[in-house]
Every structure is written in C-alpha cells, then in structure tokens.
C-alpha cells in the first residue's frame, strides 16, 4: 500500500527526524520502493504461526520456562559508571545533570 | 597487493621465543597501517599507546618464560561499533563524534585478556547499515583486492584490515551479512556464531535480535582459535547462552567422510553470476571428493527472508538509534531553542540517509494500524523461515550456498537504488534470523581477479561442524593463505 508525502511527514514527527524538502520526496520514493517489495510477505498464510520475536525463545537455553534462569541476577546495589567519565562525552553539564534547552515552552 | 600474510600461531609462537617480540611486531603493523590506510581507509583510529602497553606486559611475561595466553601479541583490529574505552567510538556516524565511551565491550576485554594486541577502530557502513561500507560518514573503504571495489560491509574496515596485511585478525559483526560478505569480498574467512554464542555487551546495537559479533582472519583455523576466546556466557549479556564452548580446534582437521552436505536449491536461481556459481559448484565437487554425502534440500521460504529481515532489523533500529539526541554523548545540534528541536535537528544533522531511510521505514512498520500487517507479519515469516532450516538440519549436518551474488561490485554502483543494495544480502539475512551459525571462506576468484567466497551454515551452536567442514575446503580450495 503506497504511502503519501503527508505520511512520511507524521512518520518523521514520530521519529523525531527533521527532513529537509529534498530528502523528503527521496524519502516517499525509496519507501514506496521498499514497501512494495515487502507486500511479498503477503503472499504467506500465516494464520497459525505464532510470531518469533527472537532466537532465545526458539532455544531451550535460557527461555522464559527456565525455573531459574540465569540472565537474572540477584536484586543488589552495586556500582555503575563512575560519573566523571560519564560526562566527560556529555555536550552541555553542570558536573552532576546533563543540561538540554528548555522543554516547556510558556 | 604483496603483503606477506601472517597467522596467530606463527605471531604467538615467535613472541614466546622473543623473536620477534610483541612490540617488534605491533611496531610492523603500525607501520604498515601507516603506509596503507591512506589508500583503504580501513582504520578510523588507532591506538597505539594502548596496543604497546599491551605489547610490553606480554614481552616481559615471555622474558620471564611464563605460559603466555592464546593470543599474546597478536595484532587485531576492533570494528567502530564495538566500544574501548577512551577511544573513539563513532559507529561510522557523525551523530557519536568525539564520543570517547567510558567501557570495554566484553569481547574487547577478553581479546586483552587473551594476549591481543589492539590496534585501533575499524570503519564500518554507519549503525553497522549497508552491504558496501559505502554509508559511513568517514569515506568508503577500498577493496585491497581492487581498489575501485566496495569491501563489502558493513564490517568493510574489518575485511579489508585483514587482508591488506594492517591487522593480523579483526572483529566484525553480522546482522544481515554484515562479516560474511566483507570476507567473502576480500578474500578472507568471516564467521557467524550461533545468536547467543558471544556477548553485544558494548556492541553499539543495530537489531538486538539479529546482531552477531564475528572474527575475520586469514584461516579457519585463526577463526576457531578467535572464537574460542570470545564465545561464552556473559552475565552482562541478558541474551548471551550458557550452552557450553566447547574446544573448536579439536575437531577442525577431522575427515569429513561421514557428514551430509546439503546443497538448498532456492540459493542457486537467477541472480548468482556464473563465476560464483562454478567456484561453488568446484567446492561442492571437492567435499564429494572428500567423501561428504551431497544432497539437493529446499529452504521453501527463502524469497521472503529480505522482505521480513527488512521489516524487523529496521523496527528494531528504529528503537535503539531513538537514544542518539544530543543530549547525553556526541553531537548536539547548536543554536536548538526548545529540546524538541534540539532532538530533531541533533538528528538530522547527524545521521547519513541510509539510517534515516532505515529508521523511517522501521517506524512506520512499528506505528499504530500497521504494526499487525507488517511488524507481526514478519515475525510471523520469521518462525516459517527458521522451521526451514530446523527441518533441514533433520536430513543434513550442514549447508553449501554462494555467499553473495556476484563478486565485489564498483564503488558508487548501486548506491542510487537502496532496493538492489537490499537484494544483495539474499544468502546471508537467512542465517540471521533464523539464529544459525555459518562461515564464509575463500574459494577461488573470478577472472578479473576478485575474490569469491562459499559460505557453510550450521545448526544452532554447532560452529565446531561448520569450521570443520571450512577447513577442509580450505585444504582443498584455499589460495590466499601464503604461510612462512
């Protein structure tokens, strides 16, 4: 089912990606592209088959059924990143907050 | 391109003798980095204080002729989606510029542990996105087999590292082909482990259900020493399996004679270039002369494995690239006056087009009134795909297809048309949904010089089959591998 350039725009928006005018109408024609491409999928009947959202579920190791699986550790405080480092990378900090412009607007 | 190939035996054997030593050897591929990164661009940074702290722990270790571990000395390169502390880290994005991270991926740490020596960061397709190493925001890589080529990608820096002699190893990973097509491309062994097998802890993360880390080396048998350091449970890892390593060198020159070799008839149609396809078929001849059992099989659902590969690793990008907004690492869009527009065009700014497209189409797949008909329908494909192969792996112990279409193409190519890039993928996105491991290795080249590769798929965390059946093709077929 095509999609329309009001699409790509709502799209965008979720996506918080700003496009400029040209990448806009490349945008509309390569996921117009894509997306009839994928409508093969389509073709299948998969009215029985439950979804596979990963591999570990497939595999009997480590899966949900496990009575004590071992991806979960023991609920304790422990050290994290040392903070310093942290926001070492960080674009704008007062040593301790990551400082972003304002989110409300009044 | 006359490089004198080395291997991890020949590199740790000498270091324990102290001729030459770790640093006389870190010292030769700094060099040769130097004089051959202009031209390939393989490498986007490169560590040298870090490699030869490394190398002077190990010298002193084998000075004092204590028992040194499986990698001492050995020089390996570190795709740029894998994290090293204080280095940089920029995924082949301008979105994480600067970006120093404050950790050691978990395969880093036990590449160190092991003896490895750290040369640098390796370029790569931005987010690990593309099948040419054409979409990263540092220029392309060249091909060393030819340098108007693509590598390959998204592990383009990997590939090409190793076989232009800048890196005797390299770490690479795979989401939809990402290490197998490079190798093949390059004329140098990639493997997929099994989902599972090694730790994403600090693997900058593209499709969490898709992505491997894999070793590009020269031979199979440096792939199974390489795995056998890397593999194994990481309580870091939620997905990371406590199956077992077992040791993959034990059974890797074992005869082939009693194994079935099934040859899946969908990844032999229109599309594969005749030279691939004779250099496959020359291959496939080899393992009956060995003895294998060869038998045609049918993967039913192949066709459909770039469509759904397509919904599900751009939904799940979609997800973990929405953490690059200027606001705790890299880049941050200046003069924003709201933090929706600093968001936005934080983004924008620092993304290339190819993660956009990605990451438009991902969340479209994902939004409200389509999610059932393209994100569940996916999954859905991807249960009927895996169940192929579990039901193949009922008649065969291993599967001989072509690992990519045609050998490399030329730089600039297919760049205008994202679908035919997409297409390329149609042997490899197979393995990475269903799970699977698998191996792409050298067996021969087309007229005009370019490397071609075949590539064995295994049962889930059976890569001790897979590499054993690699190596007695390359035993067989093998070319570019000139031992001292």
Known sequence: MPISKDDVAYIAELANLELSPAEHARMLQDLNSILSHIGQLNELDTGEVAPMAQVSEQL???SVSDPSPPWLRADQLRPSLDRAQVLASAPDTDGVFFKVPKVIER | MTVRQVCISEVRDSVAAGKPTAMEWTDRFLAQIEKENPKINAYLAVGAERARSTAAAIDEQ???GEPLPALAGVPVGIKDVLVMQGLPATAGSKILAGYRPPYDATVVTRLETAGAILLGKLNCDEFAMGSSNENSAYGPVRNPAALDRVPGGSSGGSAAAVAAGMAVASLGTDTGGSVRQPASFCGVVGLLPTY??????????YASSLDRVGPLTHTVRDAAILLGVIAGYDPMDATSSTEPVPDYLEAL???????RVGVPAEYFGEGLDPE?????ERTIEALRQAGCSIQPVSLPHTKYAIPTYYVLATAEASANLARFDGVRYGFRAPDADSLAAMYR???DLGFGPEVKRRILLGTYALSAGYYDAYYKKAQQ???LLTRDFVNVFQQVDVLITPTAPTPAFKLGEKTDDPLSM?????????????GICGISVPCGKSREGLPIGVQILGRHFDEATTLRVAQSIESHCGENVARA
């Open chain 2, 253 to 259: 020159d074992r005869p082939v004679n009693s194994l």
């Open chain 2, 62 to 64: 084998a000075r004092k």
């Open chain 2, 276 to 280: 691939v396809r004779a250099a496959v």
């Open chain 2, 422 to 434: 997409y297409l390329a993928d149609i042997y490899t996105v197979t393995a990475n949904l269903a």
């Open chain 2, 345 to 347: 065009k934080s983004r």
């Open chain 2, 196 to 205: 599972g097998r090694v730790s994403r802890y600090g693997l900058i993360a």
């Open chain 1, 60 to 62: 009997a190791h480590g």
């Open chain 2, 381 to 383: 494909v991807r249960a």
